[in-house]
Structure formats: C-alpha cells, structure tokens
C-alpha cells in the first residue's frame, strides 16, 4: 500500500479536480459570484471530508468514482460553513490557510452570498440529473437527508450558535462536547455516512461508519483546539492562539492539554474499534483517523 | 367561489399552522437560533409562494395537503433570504412588514446563521422521512432540483448580486430585467412548478406552470419597484423610497411608472394565457396572478 500522504495527495487532486467540474463556471454570470465561491473552495485544504466520504464508499465495496459528486457537495457546505465563520460579525479571521478570507477580498455582501450559493449548491449536485443517472433515487434522498441533518439547526449550525454565545462565558464539560459534536463532527460523521450510502453497504455497516465518522470527527475538533493553543502559525496558515483571544470554549480550557490529548486518542480508538468487521478495506478510514489526531496542521 | 381575500386569508392560516408544526421547536436546543428562525418566519407576510405552490397542485387535479411541508420549505429559502438581505452589509434594512429585522433583534451574527439554517432547513423538509411516506423519491428529488436551481448561484442569489453591484450603476433594461427573473421570479416559477410535481401534473402542464410562475413572478417584482416609488410606507410596513435611496436598478427608474404599470399587465396577461387548458381548476392561480398586479401592499 502507498504511503498515507501518497494516497491523501492523490485524493485530493482528484477531488479538486471534480470541484472544478462541479462549480459554476469561472465566466458565468454574474461576474464576481462565481470567483467569490471558487475563491474559497480552493483556497487550499486537504479535503479530508470529501476523502473520508470515498474511502467509505470503498470500505464497503463501492466504487468511489460515481460518490466525487457528492464529495464535492459535501465541501461546498463545508467551504461555505467557513467563510461565514470568519465574517466580521462571526468569528472576524482575515487569513485562513495562509490567505485573506473571502470577505477580505470580495466585501461582506459577497462573502455572505457566495457563502449561500456554496450552501445551496450541495443541494443542487444532490440532485442533480447526472447523479440520478448513477444512483436511484431513494438513495439520493437519504443522502439529502444526512447532509442537511448534519448541515442544519440541530447539526453545524448549532453547534456554531452555541460556540458563539459562549464566548467569554464559564462553560463546563458538557457545553464544550455538544460544541465539537455539532459543529465539526456532524459534517464529518455525514462523510462517512453518506459514502457508506452511496457505495452501497448495508445498514448495519452505514451505521458503523456513522460511529467512526462521529468519533473521528470528535478527536478532529479536539486536536484543532490543541493545535490552537501549541500549534506553529506558519505551518497551520492561520493566527493561532485565537480561542483564548476570543475566550472560545475548547477543550484545552476546560480539561487542559494532557487530558485533552489523551481524549483525542481515546475517541480515535473508538471509531477504529468499530470498523473491525471491514477488514482490509477500511484500512485508508484507519490511517486517515490516525492522522487525524497526529497532525501538526 | 369565496372571495380572494378569504381564500388568500384561509391559506395563509393554514401555511402558518404547517410553519409552526415544520420548524424546529421553539424551546429546543440551541437557545436563541430557533427564536431568531421562527421570529422572521413569523413576522408576517401574505404567504403568497407557498399559497402558489398548493394551488398550483390544485390546479393539476392534485390534494394540496400532502404538498404544505414542502410549501413550508419554499417559505424557509423565502425567509432566509430576506433575512440576509436586510443585513447592515446588504441593504441594511431596519424593518420589514413593520417589525424590526433579524439582525436588529438578534444581532448579525445570530442572524448570519439563523438564515442558513433555514435555507438548509428547506432541503431537511424536503428530504424527511415524512415527505418520503406521501410522494416517490424521484418526485421529491426534483423538487429539490427545483428549488436549489431557483435559489442559486444561477437563480435568485445570482439576482442579489447583479441587484447589489448594480447600485449607484448607470444600468440598461436587460439588467434589470436580469434582476427581476432572478431574484424575484425564480422562486416563485420555482413555487409553482413544484406545486405541479408535487399535484401529479404532466410535463406539459408542468411546464405551463413554470411559465406563468415565471412571467408571475416577475410582474410581482415590477410591482414592487412601482410601490417602492408611490406606495404607502404605514400600509407597506417598511420605508418607501428605499430603492431610490440606495440608487438600485428598478423597473421605474429604467423605464418610468407608467410603462412599468404596463409590462407589469403584460406579464400577467401572458401568465394567465398559458394557463388557459387548466380551466377552472387554474382559478385561484388567475385570481392571484391579477391580485400581484394591482394590491397596494
């Protein structure tokens, strides 16, 4: 097998490949909208999301191909879900990634509209007639369905709301979770989940990948947080130390570093406890989640 | 046959009982998003799209209770935009329909997120194992294939922002006639093609509906710039004058209030005309095509 780094390279081209067939076109109309959303979208970023989609597409059997699609959906929510974080009235970052956010560039309004189009858009791949050729319908709808749950109110979003109004405020243990479940490991989750979906694994699997999914995504957020509090600004892209600034609730906070760490670690175990039944093929889900934790970026 | 005001007032109750029943609970978790959804939702309106949706069912021979979620979703990608729209980057709008916006009760940040939640909301509804219980999946997913285009970068948002940059530009008919089918227009041919899936319609009745929702809708949005000019801001419940304030593209400024009054006849005509093989199952839709045209409010 290549090496992990070989294969989360290759996946990524191949999705940014597929993002830019799936985005509106560059010189469509109107001029300014299609830069602001393709701007952010490819400002960058693993796609770690969309790879964790294909790699549970494969875990069960599937072929990959037909679910990029659907990954490129799923960042389009995930890229739109970050340049209304770092609006002025939200979290107020000029530089993700090493570069000005959107709103630095294109203005507030167009930031908060491309945002909207990227939003919308997922739903527009969803269901488009070129994925109803390659999956049944039913399918689609399930698919819908996970990614507008895990987008929504009692998803992202809220998880979103909750970590804003908990700024400056004394929060516990508990309010820190439903902030990492909701917000980060919602989206996660519905990666697995969906591409469990679409490769075609049964229930009993989707639900296995949904676990890992959670549990990954968990340890994803709660590495973000460490990774804010000693992590290198240069190699990370952006402003670190930005939590303690704006006082967000993380886990660093509440648990302090060692035990947060050690969290981490624990939820990793987890979400690869549950894939045993898998074999082999879920071996890239397994590397994946292992560096997840270990990441330095 | 009622009159139209009893048969628009009897709809508009009967979509505000199916709002309150599809929005997440007002006491659920996080504390203040699903306030701030559920206030704009409920701060008034004629709930013309959604009336649109259910008559265009109608009109097709088809029970127009089944279709309510789905006209509660359209109501939802209604809201959001309006929501953002009024923000201090956009319009900055500080009432609309006589209350005070979202963002001025709730903050922009809270408002930000609250209209993300329920554009994504509508795809939630959309995709809900309820809805899948009354209609196939294939119909449902075009719907949603309806709704996401109308609301896109190539539809409605693609409209705000030729409307936004277009301020205080020298700018020709077909811009704003660009404005008007995109931002306007869209959603409610959006209305009432669905409302024709969800009816049971035929492609060709399916296709008349998105015709008169079309020329419709856009005869709407002329009415609109007209009453921006002469209409009464107490009635309106919401400053007059805004547009030429903010120097935007409209059909008055372009073409003078008396042409508009015109087009705007026009356009209704020929929405009116194609639904002539509905006979009078299609009457409501005429009656509302004509009341767009000439309410003051």
């Given at each position: 097998m290549?090496?992990?780094?070989?294969?989360?390279?290759?996946?990524?081209?191949?999705?940014?490949?597929?993002?830019?067939?799936?985005?509106?076109?560059?010189?469509?109309?109107?001029?300014?909208?299609?830069?602001?959303?393709?701007?952010?979208?490819?400002?960058?970023?693993?796609?770690?999301?969309?790879?964790?989609?294909?790699?549970?597409?494969?875990?069960?059997?599937?072929?990959?191909?037909?679910?990029?699609?659907?990954?490129?959906?799923?960042?389009?929510?995930?890229?739109?879900?970050?340049?209304?974080?770092?609006?002025p009235a939200m979290d107020d970052d000029d530089y993700?990634?090493?570069?000005?956010?959107?709103?630095?560039?294109?203005?507030?309004?167009?930031?908060?509209?491309?945002g909207d189009a990227l939003l919308t858009h997922a739903?527009?791949?969803?269901?488009?007639?070129?994925?109803?050729?390659?999956?049944?319908?039913?399918?689609?709808?399930?698919?819908?369905?996970?990614?507008?749950?895990?987008?929504?109110?009692?998803g992202m979003i809220g998880g979103q709301v909750v970590d804003i109004i908990s700024e400056g405020q004394q929060v516990d243990l508990p309010v820190v979770e439903y902030i990492h479940r909701h917000k980060t490991a919602a989206l996660i989750e519905a990666s697995t989940t969906a591409g469990g979906l679409l490769g075609g694994g049964n229930p009993e699997e989707v639900e296995a990948l949904r676990t890992f999914g959670h549990q990954v995504g968990w340890a994803f957020q709660i590495t973000d947080d460490i990774l804010d509090v000693e992590g290198n600004a240069e190699t990370l892209g952006k402003a670190v130390g930005r939590d303690a600034e704006l006082d967000k609730a993380t886990y660093p906070a509440v648990l302090g570093l060692e035990a947060s760490r050690q969290r981490a670690q624990e939820l990793m175990q987890q979400g690869i406890e549950v894939l045993s039944p898998f074999g082999d093929r879920a071996e890239h889900l397994r590397q994946i989640a292992v560096y997840i934790v270990s990441r330095d970026i």
């Open positions: 290549e090496t992990l780094e070989a294969y989360l390279h290759q996946q990524q081209q191949r999705v940014e490949k597929a993002l830019d067939q799936w985005l509106p076109a560059l010189d469509a109309y109107p001029p300014g909208l299609m830069d602001a959303m393709r701007y952010s979208v490819f400002a960058g970023g693993k796609r770690l999301r969309p790879t964790m989609m294909l790699a549970a597409a494969e875990s069960v059997g599937g072929d990959s191909e037909p679910v990029l699609p659907a990954a490129c959906a799923l960042e389009c929510i995930h890229t739109y879900s970050m340049i209304h974080d770092d609006l993700r990634r090493g570069k000005p956010t959107n709103h630095v560039i294109y203005g507030e309004a167009m930031a908060i509209l491309a739903f527009e791949i969803l269901s488009s007639l070129q994925l109803a050729e390659q999956f049944s319908a039913e399918v689609l709808l399930q698919v819908s369905r996970c990614l507008s749950n895990a987008a929504g109110s009692t």
